[in-house]
Structure formats: C-alpha cells, structure tokens
C-alpha cells in the first residue's frame, strides 16, 4: 500500500481587535470562507498583538488599526524591529473604520486593508490575494510581506512640514541636576519608559519630552530616527554593519554601545 503523503502544514491567522464582537465576526467569517485557515488566536489590543505574534509566528495577522495602548500601525512597525527566526514574516491585512489616507496608502503599497463593517464579499477578496500570494512559495512570500509592510510604513510616515524652531541646547536632568547640553554633542536620543535618554560623550541624562515632539526640533540633516525608540545624531557615527541576517547597526565614535536600525529606516544608510 503507498503510503500518503504528509499532510501540509496549515496557514495559521492572528486577530487583533479590542472590540470582541468584532473579532468573533471577523474569525468566523475567515472560517467560513477559508475552512482550511487556522485561527490561531486573538488579541485584545496592539501591545498583545505583539507578544502573541512573537509566540505564535502566525502567516497571517490581522490588524485592527485603532486599538488601546498601541495601534495596528504601531504594533506592525513594531513587529517589524524584532521579528527574527527561520518563519517568514507574516502577512498584514490591517483593519479601519476610517476612509482617510491611511487608506490611500494601503492602495498604493501591496498590504491589503479591510474597511468596517467588514463584508463578506469584501473580506472573500482579501481571502483571495492572500492565497495567491502564499501560494508559490511561504518563504518568498513572508520576505516579501515584510519588505512590502516596510514600503507600506514609510508611506505613512508625516511628510516634512514647516520647520519648527531647532533646539540648540538640551536642559536635561542627570539626578538632581539639570545640564545644559549642545545638541551637536548628543550622539543619539532613547525613549525608556516616560522618559528620553540623552546620550553624548559626557554621559547620559534625561528629558520628559517624546521623541514625536523631539524630532521637529531638530535639523533633519544631522539627526535621523532609525527606530520606533531611538534618534541617531550622524555627526556620531562611525559605521554601519549587517549580520547574517541583514540587520543593521551603528556604530558610534565616541561610545561603546551601537544602536539597531529598524527595516524602516534603514534605507537612509545604504551608503554606509
């Protein structure tokens, strides 16, 4: 008697909404109209997106785009810095109730988007250009995802507006003590908790402003965000290597430590 073949692993889904209702209906369709699809799991809100999508390495994830704590946007680009490992990247399907230019983007880069209500001919769609873009082969296709959610997140980033008044000087506490720091000696700023780590020659001190807020103060032809968390000063740094598995780093002139570039700005240093 031959023997069967193995029977192919199946297409795991991770759904991320905080309304739960909506997320039974979501999973309950995608069983209805791709029987063979794993739900695999659902989370509450961004931040468990993450987690959950680290342990459960699923093929697809499915993001609501508005959610507690942290949004699908954020939570995508998050993903993004620290997925690691053998599995592909997943693919994104972000999910809206809002018709504005997050939509315009998603049309204009390959990750697909699903509008609320979701409908079942809509959603039968999304089924579709999934399958097709799993089909040939899951490891082409997760690398691809992962290359076309960063083209997708650097279409969203904030365009460049009026320049803000650049900051010259850096009042930071260290202790009790407030310096006085010359922004060109700051090698890089660091968001750690509810505060910014300002990092220079000198050692290290702290400042309650965001790096959101940070950013337009300072010249964008001197400092470059390369993460969700950290702003790079490039009059400090040194060099930029790549590991085996194509992450980048930096390396500073004047301390140790290096810093990791997330995919989604590392096309500022394809020079280096």
Same mark, same amino acid.
């Given at each position: ?82 997925w690691d490992g053998a599995r592909p990247f997943p ?62 997140m650097r279409a969203l ?38 505060? @910014?780590?300002? #990092?220079?020659? *000198? ?5 309650? &402003?965001? /790096?959101? $807020?940070?950013?337009?103060? !300072? ?17 400090? @740094?040194?060099? #930029?290597?790549? *590991? ?5 780093? &930096?390396? /500073?002139? $004047?301390?140790?430590?290096? !810093? ?13």
């Amino acid at each position: 008697m031959t023997p069967s073949a193995p029977a192919s692993t199946p297409i795991r889904a991770l759904i991320a909404e905080d309304e739960p209702i909506l997320a039974a209906t979501l999973a309950a369709t995608l069983r209805r109209l791709w029987p063979d699809l794993d739900i695999a799991g659902t989370a509450p809100n961004g931040v468990a997106a993450v987690q959950q999508a680290l342990e459960l390495r699923p093929d697809i994830l499915f993001l609501d785009i508005k959610m507690p704590g942290q949004s699908g946007l954020e939570a995508a680009q998050e993903l993004a810095e620290r997925w690691d490992g053998a599995r592909p990247f997943p693919q994104i399907v972000f999910v809206t109730a809002y018709d504005d230019y997050a939509v315009q983007a998603f049309e204009q880069a390959a990750v697909d988007y699903v509008m609320k209500p979701v409908s079942d001919a809509r959603l039968a769609r999304t089924v579709e250009r999934l399958k097709a873009r799993m089909a040939p082969a899951p490891e082409q296709a997760g690398d691809d995802g992962l290359a076309r959610l960063v083209e997708q997140m650097r279409a969203l980033l904030p365009e460049a507006g009026a320049p803000a008044e650049r900051l010259t000087v850096i009042r930071a506490a260290v202790g009790n003590i407030v310096r006085m720091i010359p922004v060109q000696d700051v090698a890089y700023f660091q968001a750690l908790d509810k505060y @910014v780590t300002v #990092a220079g020659a *000198d050692g290290d001190a702290l400042i309650r &402003l965001s /790096l959101k $807020d940070l950013l337009p103060q !300072l010249a964008p032809d001197q400092f470059r965000q390369i993460s969700r968390g950290a702003i790079v000063n490039l009059r400090h @740094v040194a060099s #930029a290597s790549r *590991d085996d598995a194509g992450k980048l780093t &930096l390396h /500073l002139r $004047d301390r140790a430590d290096t !810093l990791r570039v997330s995919p989604l700005f590392a096309h500022f240093f394809r020079q280096m």
